[in-house]
């Protein structure tokens, strides 16, 4: 079955350290999203992408980066990572319309990130 | 600002009662409006969508209803089961931006026996 795996589910890490989350989906889906999920802010648009070697800003873009080398991935990097980046990371993929007319994303798992 | 809103934090309703989640929005570019139930330590799940163009859309136990006039949209669940507790999000999007969603804060249900 076609699926989108995370990895890893959980990282602890240190101020400053650079970090990489990944993303893989077997869906050949072109569009690939992260998020980030905060108490208290729903999930937040990180960054995304429409298609292998396009990249866009999100919402809270700001010490992420992505980049996209072929349509099954999207690996997520903190350069430089703060405690204001622990959170849960969320990636998602979609290439699929509900009944709606509206764009449907499947998640993956999540990665639960701390800065310590 | 916040252009999702789910003004209600957590909710707890009895098994078989009717669960009511709502959500307000500000921009009225939004075409598209979904809703996702997440369990914990698992990602959100794709549950019932609605075009702006329909005012209610069903699905089984799950109808959402359309106020665009008044910026709302709410989540029915009838009967309720307990194993519709989880986390509620509310998500919108514009058609011309692609896969782009903007979710509210979330509404922890819990549906108690």
């Known amino acids: 079955d076609a699926e989108i795996t995370q990895s890893p589910r959980h990282k602890i890490t240190e101020t400053g350290r650079q970090v990489t989350l990944a993303c893989h989906q077997t869906w050949n889906h072109n569009n690939m999203f992260w998020y980030r999920q905060d108490l208290g802010h729903g999930l937040r648009l990180i960054h995304y992408s429409y298609g292998v070697h396009d990249t866009n800003k999100g919402e809270v873009s700001d010490g992420y980066s992505v980049s996209r080398s072929n349509t099954e991935d999207l690996p997520l990097t903190l350069e430089s990572a703060a405690s204001s980046q622990t959170s849960v990371y969320f990636c998602a993929s979609s290439d699929s319309w509900d009944v709606s007319g509206a764009n449907v994303l499947t998640f993956g798992a999540g990665s639960r990130l701390t800065v310590l | 600002d916040q252009q999702v809103k789910q003004n209600s934090p957590s909710l707890s309703v009895q098994e078989g009662r009717i669960s009511i989640l709502n959500c307000d929005y500000t921009?009225?570019?939004?075409?598209?409006f979904l809703w996702y139930k997440k369990y914990p330590a698992e990602g959100p799940t794709f549950l019932i969508s609605i075009s702006s163009i329909k005012d209610k859309n069903e699905d089984g136990r799950f109808t959402v209803f359309l106020n665009k006039s008044a910026k709302h949209l709410s989540l029915h669940i009838v009967p309720s089961q307990p194993g519709d507790s989880a986390v509620y999000f509310c998500?919108?999007?514009?058609?011309?931006?692609?896969?782009?969603?903007?979710f509210g804060q979330g509404t922890t249900l819990q549906v108690k026996p």
């Open positions: 921009n009225s570019m939004f075409d598209y």
């Open positions: 998500a919108a999007s514009a058609a011309s931006n692609t896969g782009k969603l903007i």
